[in-house]
């Protein structure tokens, strides 16, 4: 009897080879071509140290990350544990830390929208404790540049209010504000071509279309932004626009893409995607170093949760244990 994950995969296969093929979103020069429609394809420079001093007139990048680490099991018996860290290219970073359990529900309401929504509201959690390591930054170091993990729609979604107060401080005090987004999850090109966008195209993610697509060290600056990425209801002079750039920024054949506010890639700044490209290296994953270094030290290790745990009542620390961390096998 045939193995049905292996005709299954093989259906699959099938079906994705057609949907990805040249046929189907044109071959490399043709959807190049297609691009210079909405923005410029460009090489990227790899800045040397004298042009990095005179950009950045002796201030900081500061990097910013968040993460969650878990203690549990399903859905409501566990406890995460949240820190967002803001870290300058010289001196201390900031670190700032929540905690989140869905137990105890007020009443049986609000254990119904828990369930559904739990998630979400961990993540707009952790993107307000992101934002907010921000603006501690701004406060503390006044830098250049602050590079934010993730697209700069998620903050501004998730945050609102607090999202506004970062986006007015870093206009007023000249910082660039950058999202930085590895696992690209957006329908950018779409948006921004509208009518114009081939047949073959609709329905098909950034990441799809700019497959392989790009040169290595090259950037495709979109020349406005996506439609939808201001809030519903904002007032047009005050709602955050976000435009995007895809950067080739390693020898990885998918792209890297950067958010910036409309108002700041408006003003030319071209100069920020080649700074990132200088400190991207070339065989990584196309994110600039000073990311990966704050993403590493903002993680939790195991030993540090474990600690954290301990404080836990040991009846809450059984309740909540996963029935498979007493596995024998």
Known sequence: MADEWVMQLQRLNGRLSGELSDERL???TQRRETLRQIGELRPLNRLNGEALAGRFEDRLLVGVDGTINSFGSHFPY???FLRALAKPSRGEGISLKD???PLPPEDEAEAEIALRNDNEVRQRKLANLEVQAALAAIDAYRPAVILMDGPLVRFDMRTKESFSILREKVIQENILLAG???????????????????SGWRNRYDRDLLWRVLDYGEVLEVARPAKGTARQGQDADTAT??????????????VVGLDLLEEQAA???SWLADYLFTISPADGRGIPIWLDLVDREVRLTHAELEA???LLDPQVRRVFASKRDARFF
């Open 26 to 28: 044109g071959d490399r």
């Open 78 to 80: 566990y406890v995460d």
């Open 99 to 101: 905690i989140h359990c």
């Open 180 to 198: 930085c987004i590895e696992n690209i999850e957006s329908k950018v090109i779409a948006s921004v071509m509208g009518d114009a966008l081939p």
């Open 241 to 254: 626009r976000i435009r995007t750039w895809f950067m080739q920024s390693s020898r990885e054949p998918g």
């Open 267 to 269: 003003a030319g700044v």
């Open 308 to 310: 954290y745990v301990q």
